[in-house]
């Protein structure tokens, strides 16, 4: 088995908390098996560093399937490491080689302020969502699925703009740590439907209100954020965001 | 919402660049067809009269103090979204992120920058001499006449300018750095109206690159033409 297992050298971001300033520690694992998961290499650093009696490496991590966005690291200069739509958690250690040296940071951007080590606080992006990522009306009870006919273009744009799992690797990959990808996806997936019509002026112009008062940076249209998206959110989306604002701008009270 | 927020906003400000984008595109267009006269081998007669009309009538004359407006609303807002935006990050990366974008896309203020610097001269050298000659210690062209209308010989400007190889080489340098500028402000600046999704992506994108491509290559051809005199 021995041609299956690796020894890497990591370069791992350090720090304590958001109010203290980190640094590159460089750690040696060997015997990394192809088969393992990025997160599963992690784990083994960790459980090292304890029984050596240091601080285990703190990084945010849930269904390790790729489905819920709590996955982050900026592994070797890209969100989410080197495959292409895929999430950490879904990174093998196959796309890696023996002796290799990997440098893994955090998301970086200020309205991601660390919260230690490999973990951000990604709650702005909550914020953004509760300024009107939702539809209030009151629809009664659930409604048999085709009693509203939907376009079937439009139903698929909005299903694949709400494959968005929120978890910032956009903001992540951008020069100006914009959210407008994010931001893009969430403002798509309802306008996109007649459910979400009753609220689509407001929902725009409010949600980007909220992520400047987050502090993200604004979209230049690099397209950084579409070729790391775990999800393959299309950047036509902002194209579609910008358009929803223009309308919504220029016809709101 | 009020018109001052809409367009203070990240998106607002994104749509003051890509409207003033789309305005400098259209100029760059009547610019490199006016200027397109000097091929006409004509000792610079139809050139001349072209500027003389830009010159001499209302309509060109409104819309240069417009142009101006939106040259200045252009850069300063650009300038200003670029330190934002890198004040957004205020600890950096110790690998970029590079394969996901252009080079020139995220290096729009930098090739800005170069253009700005060209339009300095370029102005110096024919817009101020044109415009304002014969004030103060300006120099004033010379002139030619045409069925009894004296008309700025421009003409005989660009050929006196471009007998410098370095004002050639700068020149053209120029129109490299709006090469690449347009490259990805044609494309970006459709995108911030909102005018990309799928039946228009294709179009705008070939069009972008067209567009890149063919206009700084007319203009590059100006002064080379003059240079290596391929125009009589």
């Given amino acids: 088995m021995s041609q299956n297992t690796m020894n890497l050298k990591l370069k791992v971001w350090r720090q304590k908390n958001a109010n203290t300033t980190g640094a590159f520690v460089t750690y040696d694992v060997a015997g990394i098996s192809h088969e393992m998961s990025f997160l599963e290499m992690l784990d083994i650093l960790n459980e090292k560093l304890i029984v050596d009696g240091g ?33 950490t958690c879904q990174l093998h250690m196959r796309a890696f080689k023996d002796g290799e040296t990997i440098v893994i940071e955090p998301w970086r951007a200020n309205s991601f302020p660390i919260v230690k080590d490999l973990t951000v606080d990604r709650s702005a992006f909550d914020r953004i969502i509760q300024a009107g990522g939702y539809v209030s009306v009151n629809t009664g009870n659930a409604v048999d699925g085709n009693s509203l006919p939907i376009e079937k273009d439009k139903a698929d744009a909005s299903f694949a703009a709400a494959m968005c799992i929120g978890c910032g690797a956009c903001v992540a990959a951008c020069k100006n740590s914009s959210a407008m990808l994010f931001l893009s996806a969430k403002v798509s997936h309802l306008a996109l439907l007649p459910q979400g019509a009753i609220e689509r002026k407001s929902r725009v112009l409010n949600m980007v209100a909220q992520m400047d008062k987050e502090g993200f940076g604004a979209c230049t249209n690099t397209g950084a954020c579409e070729a790391t998206c775990p999800k393959e959110i299309s950047i036509s989306n902002i194209a579609r965001l910008n358009l929803e ?9 | 919402m009020t018109f ?10 994104k749509l003051v660049m890509g409207f003033t984008g789309i305005f400098l595109i259209l100029f760059l267009i009547v610019h490199a067809g006016l200027n397109a006269t000097i ?42 979204l670029t330190l934002e935006n890198k004040s957004k990050r205020a600890v ?15 290096s729009m203020a930098l090739l800005g920058t ?9 102005i110096y050298h024919f817009w101020t001499p044109s415009r304002l000659g014969g004030i ?43 090469a690449y500028h347009l490259a990805h402000g044609f494309q970006s600046a459709f995108k911030t109206i909102g005018v990309y999704n799928k039946r228009y992506q294709a179009i705008i994108t070939s069009m972008g690159y067209g567009f890149a491509i063919l206009i700084p290559l007319l203009f590059a051809l100006m002064p080379l033409s003059f240079y290596f005199d391929w125009i009589k």
Avoid at chain 2, 4 to 13: A, E, N, P, Y
Avoid at chain 2, 92 to 106: C, F, N, Q
């Fill in chain 1, 55 to 87: 601080e285990p490496v703190a990084f945010d991590h849930d269904c390790r399937e790729g489905i819920c966005g709590m996955c982050s690291l900026y592994i070797n200069g890209k969100p989410h490491g080197p495959w292409q739509a895929n999430t």
């Fill in chain 1, 245 to 253: 604002y223009l309308g919504a701008g220029l016809t709101a009270e």
């Fill in chain 2, 136 to 178: 103060a210690n300006i120099k004033a062209l010379g002139e030619m006449e045409h069925n009894g209308v004296k008309l700025h010989n421009l003409y005989a400007e660009m050929d006196i300018v471009f007998t410098n190889p370095y004002v050639v080489i700068l020149y053209v340098l120029a129109c490299g750095s709006l």
């Fill in chain 2, 114 to 122: 170069l253009i700005l610097l060209f339009l300095i001269a370029h």
């Fill in chain 2, 39 to 80: 091929w006409a081998n004509d000792g610079g007669l139809m050139f001349n009269k072209a500027g003389h009309f830009m010159g001499s009538n209302a309509v060109p004359r409104v819309l240069e103090i417009g142009l101006f407006l939106f040259i200045f609303l252009h850069i300063i807002q650009g300038y200003l």
């Fill in chain 2, 4 to 13: 001052k927020q809409m367009f203070t906003s990240s998106v607002g400000k």
């Fill in chain 2, 92 to 106: 950096g990366y110790a690998v970029t992120y590079k394969d996901g974008s252009k080079w020139y896309s995220r």
